[in-house]
């Protein structure tokens, strides 16, 4: 397979750029913020959505979506990083629709697929538990309780947990914290009796929260997967999530090192443009290099992801590795090429590098995903 | 889509039966590179054996026309082909700069002659070539180039010297940019010419380097005659021909290094480390290091498959070898640092059996050179900023 994108991949990529560039730029996000929106994203543009085929991407045709593929996804999620929309994209569409389509029985894919395809249903993947993505380590307790299970524990780091009807929540019921055996999934309705969630006003202005599971009692019928076998498939849905960050901030860093150079051409010093100036030449050419190598990874594990999911996870980690330490490399020259106005409030480049640490920061950092490459190639 | 698969059934099938098991191992010495021309030696039976097989099947250079003596493999057949190769471990036959370098300036800018001439020999591993551009005062600045050659009826006389000519002292014949007009600017009076390396008034002089070893020589040409029927492309026009070259040049310097084959460098680290109980390398921040390395090496293999795939598809930017050229050197030098830090006091041996004759440390010095060989990586950068980024110029 050609590590470009085909030609309906392209389309793709300018239908979504289109809408989102037109509906939903930097000042979108400004504007939710400085409103202190409570939804904290457009329910209007996740309609539109909706009806572009967007929410139901990875969600079989059987079942009301497209039915494609990780690469897909992972255009609609670079677009939706050039202008940091906030969107439930990521939380329902990708992570939820990749969940439900990889785990579900027949019942919970006809009760829910067909609604995240329409836009109706909002989904969160409740996983984090410590100030760090440790999946392994998730030691919330599900203690069998008659027919069911009873839930207690802390979540954090809930992409959209504020606004969504279904949660998916990783939680322990055998083994312990470190152990693949024993850890299992469960789809929990969040207005049951037992949940507290707080919405945590995050530094990127995007949608996460906090979530209390306080004996919280859920029926056999919502496990999704098998009992103590949740790991392989948490970890199967966590790496289409991690390629679809990862392609978010190869996103983010295109379009902060586009305006960068823009910049460094209209900029005067010295009465001349500072781009001029073979310092920043060589740094912005680094940073050039950098980007590009970066999308070449995330294709690859994208690709990876459609072609062989069950051995996608080195190329998943080179990719989340790679687009972590390019954006944060972004975000940060950004800033210090547009001087003094990178550090105001007023100029979009600080949204960029606010988003670029949160997105580090989900489902595993660069040291992370470096660490488990190290793990899988025996040292 | 069938056929591909056909073909790649085939070409397993082929390299299974033809590709010596000894050809399959990565290789240790310089010895094991076989480079062709007038006086060639194989270091071993297997290496002569797979040499003329792929020879035979017009395999030494794949995606070259077969008219020319190559394999005629169209873009995604050569990809398959190469993909089959490094699954087996399978070692490139022949290694030439007619092949990296000569060969793709010959194909655009070369007469019908010059190609029937010239490169069937290249295919064929009858005539090794080298490299005349670098001269003691065109560096960074090669079209300051000063080598001289002036118009005496049907032939140029060329004086001047070279340096940094790579194997020079083995090479048959030689690709020399040469200055045939003085009187115009620097980048208009240049011709890109070619010539035996017995013409008489051509002589090379090897020189030592930090390694030990001395691939690169000064060459010397005093009243060296040449047809003009050998400049490849216009006269004073061969700077053209030299930047495309390069071009090739940079990508083929981008892929040196022995990356993603053999054992995983944290693997090779605690060998001479050890690892702790959970198996990981006894050395915290150097295994951080060998990560980060890694990652960033599989990145930059996606980054050149990815390369070539949009120069098929017609949508690479021309000036993007130079982009991987500086990666890739700047990345191959890090592999080194790393391999002399995992060698530890191992490494530092210069001559004894145990260390091979100091191979790591000489090999590890001669990555020096990776980032400043073909254009260094400042300059690079600069092409990068300028033609790429179309930032303003200095």
């Known amino acids: 397979m050609a590590l470009i994108l085909t030609e309906e991949q392209s389309m793709l990529r300018d239908s979504a750029r289109g809408l989102i560039s037109d509906k939903a730029p930097v000042s979108h996000l400004r504007q939710l913020r400085d409103s202190k929106d409570e939804t904290g994203f457009s329910r209007e543009l996740w309609k539109t959505f909706a009806e572009m085929g967007f929410s139901g991407l990875l969600v079989s045709e059987q079942f009301g979506g497209s039915g494609l593929g990780a690469v897909e996804a992972g255009i609609v999620m670079e677009e939706i990083g050039r202008t940091l929309m906030p969107s439930p994209f990521l939380a329902t569409s990708v992570l939820a629709a990749s969940a439900l389509s990889r785990g579900g029985s027949e019942a919970q894919k006809a009760q829910h697929l067909p609604k995240i395809s329409d836009g109706s249903l909002l989904a969160a993947l409740a996983v984090d538990e410590g100030a760090k993505h440790r999946p392994l380590q998730t030691s919330m307790q599900a203690v069998r309780s008659g027919n069911g299970f009873k839930l207690t524990g802390d979540k954090a780091l809930v992409v959209d947990g504020h606004t969504a009807g279904l949660l998916i929540v990783a939680a322990r019921t055998a083994g312990s914290a470190g152990e693949k055996n024993g850890v299992t999934l469960f789809l929990v309705d969040p207005k049951a009796k037992g949940i507290a969630t707080e919405r945590t006003i995050m530094v990127d202005s995007h949608n996460a929260a906090r979530i209390v599971f306080d004996n919280v009692e859920v029926n056999a019928d919502s496990v999704l997967g098998e009992v103590d076998q949740g790991y392989p498939l948490l970890e199967g849905v966590l790496n289409v999530g991690r390629g679809a960050v990862a392609s978010e901030m190869v996103g983010l860093s295109e379009e902060v090192f586009g305006r960068t150079v823009t910049y460094l051409k209209e900029r005067k010093q010295f009465g001349k443009p500072i781009g001029e100036f073979q310092a920043l030449q060589h740094r912005a050419a680094q940073l050039y290099i950098d980007i590009e190598i970066t999308r070449a990874a995330v294709l690859k594990a994208l690709q990876a992801l459609d072609a062989d999911p069950a051995n996608a996870g080195s190329a998943v980690a080179v990719a989340k590795t790679r687009a972590g330490t390019t954006a944060t490399l972004a975000v940060q020259e950004g800033v210090q090429m547009h001087g003094g106005m990178g550090m105001t409030d007023q100029f979009d480049i600080g949204f960029f590098m606010k988003r670029a640490r949160v997105c580090q920061e989900l489902f595993g950092d660069s040291n992370f995903h470096a660490d488990q490459l190290a793990r899988a190639k025996g040292y | ?394």
């Open chain 2, 1 to 394: 889509m069938a056929d591909l698969e056909k073909f790649r059934s085939e070409t397993r099938a082929w390299l299974e039966q033809n590709c010596p098991p000894e050809m399959r191992k990565p290789m240790t010495s310089d010895g094991d590179t076989f480079w062709g021309g007038r006086n060639a030696k194989f270091s071993s039976e297997p290496q002569r054996v797979w040499f003329e097989r792929m020879r035979d099947k017009g395999w030494t250079v794949p995606h070259w026309p077969k008219d020319y003596g190559g394999g005629g493999l169209d873009g995604e057949e050569a990809k398959i082909l190469r993909q089959e190769m490094t699954a087996i471990g399978a070692r490139q036959p022949l290694t030439s700069f007619g092949i990296s370098m000569l060969g793709p300036a010959l194909l655009k800018y070369g007469t019908e002659e010059q190609k029937r001439e010239h490169l069937p020999k290249i295919t064929a591993g009858l005539i090794r070539w080298c490299q005349g551009y670098s001269e003691p005062n065109a560096g960074s600045d090669l079209a300051s180039l000063q080598t001289r050659a002036e118009s005496d009826g049907d032939d140029f006389i060329i004086n001047g010297q070279k340096i940094w000519t790579s194997y020079a002292n083995y090479a048959d014949w030689i690709f020399c940019l040469v200055r045939t007009d003085p009187a115009a600017k620097k980048h208009d009076g240049i011709s890109f010419i070619l010539f035996d390396m017995t013409s008489k008034g051509v002589s090379t002089k090897p020189i030592l380097l930090i390694s030990g070893y001395s691939p690169f020589c000064e060459t010397f040409f005093e009243n060296v005659r040449v047809p003009k029927s050998h400049v490849v492309g216009t006269i004073n026009r061969g700077w053209d021909v030299a930047k495309y070259l390069l071009q090739h040049e940079r990508a083929m310097i981008s892929g040196m290094g022995e990356r993603g084959v053999g054992r995983p460098l944290g693997q090779i680290a605690a060998d001479s480390i050890g690892a702790d109980a959970q198996g990981r390398l006894d050395d915290a921040v150097l295994r951080s290091q060998i990560a980060s390395f890694e990652v960033d090496e599989a990145a930059l293999a996606a980054a050149a498959e990815r390369a070539v795939d949009l120069a098929k598809a017609g949508q690479a930017h021309p000036a993007f070898s130079s982009a991987m050229k500086y990666y890739g050197t700047e990345l191959n030098k890090r592999r080194y640092e790393i391999l002399m830090s995992a060698g530890g006091i191992d490494a530092l041996e210069w001559e004894s059996e145990r260390s091979r004759g100091g191979a790591r440390p000489r090999a590890w010095l001669r990555t020096k050179a990776n980032s400043i060989e073909g254009g260094t990586s400042e300059v690079m950068l600069g092409i990068v900023a300028k033609r790429i980024l179309d930032l303003p110029g200095a």
